[in-house]
Protein backbone atom coordinates (compact mmCIF):
# COMPACT_ATOMS: atom_id res chain seq x y z
CA UNK A 1 0.00 0.00 0.00
CA UNK A 2 1.64 3.03 -0.79
CA UNK A 3 1.65 5.83 1.32
CA UNK A 4 2.94 9.58 0.85
CA UNK A 5 4.55 11.51 3.54
CA UNK A 6 4.97 15.20 3.07
CA UNK A 7 7.98 17.36 5.91
CA UNK A 8 9.51 20.45 5.25
CA UNK A 9 6.93 22.80 6.47
CA UNK A 10 7.30 24.99 8.92
CA UNK A 11 7.50 28.82 9.78
CA UNK A 12 9.62 31.17 7.02
CA UNK A 13 9.88 34.98 7.29
CA UNK A 14 8.14 36.81 4.47
CA UNK A 15 10.73 36.68 1.19
CA UNK A 16 12.39 33.25 2.73
CA UNK A 17 12.71 30.02 0.98
CA UNK A 18 11.43 26.85 1.88
CA UNK A 19 12.04 22.90 0.58
CA UNK A 20 9.29 20.50 1.23
CA UNK A 21 9.58 16.65 0.59
CA UNK A 22 6.92 13.78 -0.37
CA UNK A 23 8.57 11.01 0.66
CA UNK A 24 7.03 7.14 -0.61
CA UNK A 25 6.71 4.23 0.93
CA UNK A 26 4.85 0.75 0.54
CA UNK A 27 5.69 1.14 -3.31
CA UNK A 28 7.88 2.74 -5.80
CA UNK A 29 6.70 6.41 -7.25
CA UNK A 30 8.55 6.24 -10.69
CA UNK A 31 5.24 5.36 -12.30
CA UNK A 32 3.21 8.06 -10.84
CA UNK A 33 2.71 11.85 -11.44
CA UNK A 34 2.78 13.68 -8.18
CA UNK A 35 1.26 16.86 -7.47
CA UNK A 36 1.68 19.19 -5.01
CA UNK A 37 -1.99 20.95 -3.62
CA UNK A 38 -2.47 23.60 -0.82
CA UNK A 39 -4.95 24.85 1.50
CA UNK A 40 -5.18 27.94 3.16
CA UNK A 41 -8.06 28.53 6.17
CA UNK A 42 -11.10 29.60 4.79
CA UNK A 43 -10.59 28.79 1.42
CA UNK A 44 -10.80 25.87 -1.05
CA UNK A 45 -7.70 23.60 -2.04
CA UNK A 46 -5.22 24.39 -4.68
CA UNK A 47 -3.09 22.72 -7.41
CA UNK A 48 0.44 24.28 -7.11
CA UNK A 49 2.52 21.63 -9.47
CA UNK A 50 2.94 18.26 -10.65
CA UNK A 51 5.66 16.28 -12.57
CA UNK A 52 4.90 13.30 -14.35
CA UNK A 53 6.84 10.24 -14.64
CA UNK A 54 9.03 10.87 -17.19
CA UNK A 55 9.97 14.46 -15.13
CA UNK A 56 7.75 16.83 -17.41
CA UNK A 57 6.44 19.44 -14.66
CA UNK A 58 3.53 21.71 -14.81
CA UNK A 59 3.55 24.82 -12.41
CA UNK A 60 0.25 26.92 -11.32
CA UNK A 61 0.47 30.58 -12.90
CA UNK A 62 -2.37 31.74 -10.27
CA UNK A 63 -0.30 30.53 -7.70
CA UNK A 64 3.72 30.37 -8.62
CA UNK A 65 4.44 32.86 -10.74
CA UNK A 66 7.87 31.57 -11.27
CA UNK A 67 8.33 31.01 -7.73
CA UNK A 68 7.94 26.77 -7.79
CA UNK A 69 9.93 24.59 -8.39
CA UNK A 70 8.85 20.89 -8.66
CA UNK A 71 11.67 18.26 -8.98
CA UNK A 72 11.64 14.14 -8.41
CA UNK A 73 14.63 11.34 -7.25
CA UNK A 74 13.19 8.60 -8.26
CA UNK A 75 15.96 6.65 -6.12
CA UNK A 76 14.99 8.33 -2.60
CA UNK A 77 11.27 7.81 -3.51
CA UNK A 78 10.74 10.85 -3.55
CA UNK A 79 9.39 14.59 -4.56
CA UNK A 80 10.47 18.03 -3.80
CA UNK A 81 8.95 21.88 -3.74
CA UNK A 82 11.28 24.50 -3.62
CA UNK A 83 9.03 27.50 -2.95
CA UNK A 84 10.90 31.18 -3.54
CA UNK A 85 10.43 34.92 -2.99
CA UNK A 86 7.35 33.48 -0.03
CA UNK A 87 4.37 35.92 1.08
CA UNK A 88 2.10 35.40 3.79
CA UNK A 89 -0.33 34.36 1.40
CA UNK A 90 1.56 31.12 0.89
CA UNK A 91 0.61 30.00 4.58
CA UNK A 92 -1.92 27.03 3.81
CA UNK A 93 -1.01 23.27 4.86
CA UNK A 94 0.67 21.41 1.26
CA UNK A 95 -0.17 18.09 0.24
CA UNK A 96 1.40 16.12 -1.70
CA UNK A 97 -0.86 13.13 -3.97
CA UNK A 98 -0.54 10.65 -6.48
CA UNK A 99 -1.89 8.82 -9.59
CA UNK A 100 -0.88 6.20 -12.18
CA UNK A 101 1.09 8.09 -14.94
CA UNK A 102 -0.90 9.25 -17.76
CA UNK A 103 0.43 11.47 -20.76
CA UNK A 104 0.41 14.27 -18.63
CA UNK A 105 0.09 15.05 -14.99
CA UNK A 106 -2.73 17.38 -14.11
CA UNK A 107 -3.63 19.79 -11.65
CA UNK A 108 -7.19 18.70 -10.83
CA UNK A 109 -7.03 16.86 -7.75
CA UNK A 110 -10.33 14.56 -7.84
CA UNK A 111 -7.98 12.90 -10.38
CA UNK A 112 -5.59 12.15 -7.99
CA UNK A 113 -5.77 8.53 -5.46
CA UNK A 114 -2.93 8.75 -3.20
CA UNK A 115 -2.75 11.50 -0.51
CA UNK A 116 -0.21 12.73 2.29
CA UNK A 117 -1.72 13.98 5.40
CA UNK A 118 0.25 17.38 4.51
CA UNK A 119 2.51 19.68 6.31
CA UNK A 120 1.90 23.21 7.35
CA UNK A 121 3.82 25.86 6.12
CA UNK A 122 3.61 29.61 7.66
CA UNK A 123 4.83 33.05 6.63
CA UNK A 124 5.07 35.29 8.64
CA UNK A 125 7.22 37.99 10.30
Known amino acids: QLQLVESGGGLVRPGGSLRLSCAAS????????IGWFRQAPGKEREGVSCIDSRGSTMVSVDSGNGRFTISRDNAKNTVYLRIDSMSPEDTAVYYC??????????????????WGQGTQVTVSS
Open 97 to 114: AGRPTRRHCSLESSSYVY
Open 26 to 33: GSTLDYLD
